[in-house]
């Protein structure tokens, strides 16, 4: 789960803050940033499992290569939050292994 | 038969198939197989081992590819156990899907005209509404399909793997890296010879050629005719998702990893394997109007390759009579017939069973007037 | 649909495609710039047009030069395209990219792939752990976010950026708790033989050892000449377990920053089926070019880090060489031969230091081919050394086979983290040289799309 957080934004004063919830926890972080920063600044330290072995990760290159930064972000599975800047009202979850892809009917 | 030795010219599905079957028989194989950059069919094989539809126009080819699903799970088994490899077959049947009325009425006329000759192949043509308890999520183009609960699926590349750790385990051999240049057969001794391009060279007394596209160069140094040529198949392969799609379908199925391929074009482009963003922006279209929900999936590959056709798509399978103990097998089935390439045509081709009744119709003499 | 033309399409707005897009414009040629990240800047200037004063003090003069080239590039009068996603590159000079959720297409009468480094995978036992990341991943996390570390911190490996980090945290009052260095006494005697090269370009062996001292002064623990490295934790990075000077040592630490240098990124290069060198000094692969960057007979050219390491410098100067090279190719009419002169100049005085740096952060063998066998290689598929391995013995002759016996490189990253390590485990198993084993057939998308985007 969350622990101390791994990084922090010693200058957060004076910037615009939006709030972004983490599995139902909200954190006011700096405009701007990536998903990926906002987490790792707030105490989430693994992002996801992983899709063969179900063990913990977390982002390594924070450029767009490596894809262990996969979260929920807004109901959409897997996407790269090193890459994602945060918004106001997002919502984000932990990636559990690998995407599910929402059937819906079409009768 | 302590004496007897068998060279395969081709690490493919075919060969590697056929490969196994001998040396299960109990005759020593010597493979050879190209290096890493070759090209490769099985490494493009959509991975369904398929049997409606198949032999329309070939009443003993439907028999061979229902020989082919039926014995399939004997060599799932069979490999997984020797070398812990698990080719992935899963068998729950499998659907053809029809997007208009009139595909529907030819596929149903089709599939009705097999079993006219003696294909004694099971199946079900279904309503969409019928059709969604099977597939939900299924696309609103899509109006019916065919349903036949002997088909299924198995993993190409797993498959590959475990066949060469087959051979490998019983004590025959894989030789990789190897461009074959040409053929010696001496009469007198009974024996070939093959040569490489780097000068290496390998005796036997039996060989089969299973190079695939390479079968079209080699086959006349053996008085054998195999005028096979390349058509290019691209397919798409998506991320791992969640599995959601129980049954393998003709265009699209989930694999046991989670990746939904989305097959193939048919293209004619010679020996260039690449891909084109045209055919893949076509492929994407079609798995989407197929199951709406994959337009979230994330396309990771796009693979083209070049699969070898003969003139009328059916396989050539044939002895020599110029050259005895010289065999000829191209199949762009690779999958589908894995089975019978290990337990039957195996069997034949090391010497240790005849020729399976009715084979007259797969001789490649039956193109000696193309090119 | 539509398709775009331009003189120039430009991957990457890094300092190489940033000072192309300055050149290629004074010659006064259309140039759109393509990138994956909304803002320009590349990984080395990342955040650049936005960092504050105290951040671009903290990050030093080298980060804070991007800014005059940012800004030129902005009133150049190029077209930038942000979070543009190139999924394909045709020979041709067609380029297909996603942007806004809609794939579309350009057609350059040239195009430059300026797509920079990456680091170097560093595959040890306990690097897919949480708390594990690259030191570069963490300096991005301070140009971009002014993110810094909060708890024990270790950094781990060799080469200019992990001591340039170093200096940074120092700068930013952050405590390191140990770094733990893999070079050797020996690699600087070997070095030293790449002196006189690294005496000409002064001026980055004054900076180099400027930060070493600074490194020295701040008081954290420094290991050198260290190996066997391991990551240990259950379930996220808890310390590094290493091997100095024939001690066993654990440093506890939440988070650890492993860099043993950077190599190309070369997907773009290799999808459009261009020749790769395996260079001995950098241990990676290099597009084969001409003298100004072209691939082959296409309209297609390659230059800085994309094309071979030379830092950020030297690759704005190549950058800027290859446009003026394509502008003689377009038949602009300017004094273009002078002005390559210059910059040629120029560009040597920055390469002096290469051969000097390449020797001394040269990445040991044990943290490029895992020797345990159960160390991941493939973080995506999580596949190990070992089944690598077991591949070989099975006659795969190279990385196309152990991909498809055993997925390898299959994940989405699409080979990034796993290839170079795949080449030279299947390298040392087989006692053929890395360039004879050869490298993946990297295939479109050269990033994963969703397939709503491919459709009009």
């Known amino acids: 789960m969350t622990t101390n957080a791994l990084f922090s934004i010693p200058e957060s004063s004076g910037h615009d803050m939006v709030t972004i919830a983490f599995e139902g926890r909200n954190l006011t972080v700096p405009a701007g940033i990536s998903v990926a920063a906002a987490l790792l600044s707030n105490g989430v330290s693994d992002f996801r499992s992983s899709v063969v072995g179900q063990a913990p990760r977390a982002p390594y290159c924070m450029m767009g290569a490596c894809f262990e930064c996969l979260v929920e972000i807004n109901e959409f599975p897997a996407r790269q939050s090193c890459l994602i800047s945060v918004q106001d009202g997002m919502r984000v979850r932990r990636q559990l292994g690998a995407s599910a892809i929402n059937i819906k009917d079409e009768l | 038969m302590g004496n007897q030795s068998l060279t395969v010219i081709g690490g493919g599905l075919v060969g590697a198939a056929i490969a196994y079957g001998a040396v299960r028989s109990g005759i020593h194989v010597r493979v050879l197989d190209q290096g890493d950059t070759a090209f490769r069919a099985s490494r493009g094989n959509f991975g369904l081992v398929w049997v409606q539809s198949k032999g329309h126009k070939l009443p003993r080819y439907a028999r061979w590819s229902r020989d082919a699903v039926t014995r399939w799970p004997a060599l799932q088994q069979e490999l997984l156990q020797l070398t812990g490899v698990d080719a992935g077959l899963q068998q729950p049947g499998g659907f053809w899907l029809g997007f208009s009325d009139a595909e529907m009425k030819a596929r149903c006329a089709l599939l009705e005209n097999v079993n006219q000759h003696g294909g004694e192949v099971p199946f079900e043509i279904m309503n969409r509404s019928k059709l969604v308890q099977y597939l939900p999520g299924i696309g609103q183009a899509v109006v019916g399909g065919s349903f036949c609960p002997m088909d299924g699926h198995a993993n190409p590349l797993m498959l590959l793997r475990a066949l060469h750790a087959g051979i490998i385990c019983r004590g025959s051999e894989v030789i990789s890296g190897v461009e074959v240049a040409r053929i010696r057969f001496d009469s007198e001794k009974q024996e070939f010879e093959t040569f490489s391009g780097d000068g290496r060279s390998w005796k036997s007394t039996r060989i089969v050629l299973a190079a695939g596209l390479g079968n079209a160069r080699l086959a006349p140094q053996l008085g054998l005719n195999a005028p096979v040529f390349p058509t290019r198949g691209q397919v798409l392969i998506t991320e791992r998702l969640k599995p959601f799609l129980r049954y393998p379908m003709n265009k699209l199925r989930q694999t046991l990893e989670g990746s939904v391929q989305v097959g193939s074009t048919s293209e004619d482009v010679g ?69 019978v390439h290990c337990f039957v045509i195996g069997a034949w081709m090391s010497g240790m069973a005849e020729r399976p009744p009715d084979f007259g119709v797969f001789n490649g003499d039956r193109f000696a007037n193309s090119k | 649909m539509t398709v775009e033309i331009a003189d120039l399409v430009i991957v990457g707005s890094g300092p190489t495609g940033m000072a192309a897009a300055c050149e290629a414009r004074s010659l006064g040629l259309s140039v759109l710039m393509l990138d994956e990240q909304a803002a320009v800047g590349g990984q080395i200037y990342r955040g650049i047009e936005v960092a504050s004063l105290p951040r671009t003090n903290i990050l030093g003069d080298d980060y804070a030069a991007g800014r005059e080239l940012a800004a030129n590039f902005r009133v150049s009068g190029a077209t930038h395209l942000g979070g543009a996603v190139v999924w394909n590159l045709s020979s041709d000079g067609t380029v297909d990219y996603v942007i806004n959720g809609k794939s579309r297409k350009v057609t350059g009468r040239f195009v430059l792939i300026a797509t920079g480094a990456m680091e ?67 690699a600087y005697l070997r070095a030293t033989r790449h002196i006189g090269g690294a005496l000409r370009g002064w001026r980055d062996l004054v900076k180099g050892l400027k930060l070493r001292t600074a490194l020295r002064q701040s008081g954290a623990a420094w290991y050198t000449g260290c190996s066997n490295f391991s990551v240990q934790g259950n379930g996220r990075a808890e310390g590094l377990a290493f091997s100095h000077r024939g001690c066993a040592v654990r440093i506890p630490a939440s988070l650890v920053l492993l860099h043993q240098g950077v190599v190309p990124n070369t997907q773009l290069s290799w999808s459009i089926g261009a020749a790769h060198r395996w260079s001995p000094e950098q241990l990676c692969w290099e597009p084969v070019t001409d003298a100004w960057g072209r691939i082959g007979e296409a309209v297609i050219y390659v230059a800085g880090d994309s094309r071979a390491i030379v830092g950020a410098r030297a690759s704005a100067i190549q950058g800027r060489l290859t446009a003026l090279e394509i502008g003689k190719q377009l038949g602009v009419a300017s004094d273009i031969e002078r002005r390559l002169a210059v910059l040629q100049r ?36 999580e596949v190990t050394a070992g089944q690598i391995r077991e591949y070989v013995e099975l006659g795969c002759l190279g990385p196309n086979q152990t991909k498809a016996f055993g997925r390898c490189g299959m994940g989405l990253c699409q080979g990034r983290f796993c290839g170079l390590t795949v080449t030279e485990i299947i390298s040392s198993a087989r006692g053929v040289g890395p360039a004879d084993i050869g490298y993946y057939r990297v295939r479109p998308p050269i990033k994963p799309v969703l397939l709503s985007e491919l459709m009009e």
């Open chain 2, 271 to 339: 020996f260039n394997d690449g891909t084109s963003t045209e055919r893949i922006e076509w492929l994407a279209r079609r798995a989407v109007t197929t199951f709406p929900a994959l337009a979230y999936a994330r396309l990771v590959r796009a693979w083209g390759a070049l699969r070898p056709l003969t003139p009328d798509g059916y396989p050539i399978y044939q002895e020599s009579s110029s050259c005895p103990g010289a065999f000829i097998a191209t199949s762009h089935s690779g999958v589908s017939l894995a089975s």
């Open chain 3, 120 to 186: 170097r995978p560093f595959p040890i036992d306990g690097w897919t752990l949480p708390g594990v990341m690259g030191a570069g991943a963490a300096q991005i996390l301070l140009k971009s976010a002014g993110a810094i570390p909060t708890g024990s911190v270790v950094l781990a490996g060799c080469g200019p950026l992990l001591y340039l980090l170093a200096w940074q945290y120092f700068r930013a009052g952050i405590e390191i708790r140990a770094f733990v260095d893999t070079t050797s006494p020996s």
């Open chain 3, 346 to 381: 120029e560009l040597r005085q920055h390469l002096h230091i290469r051969s000097f740096l390449d020797v001394l952060y040269r990445p040991l063998d044990e943290f490029r081919i895992p020797g345990r066998d159960d160390v991941i290689v493939c973080r995506c598929e």
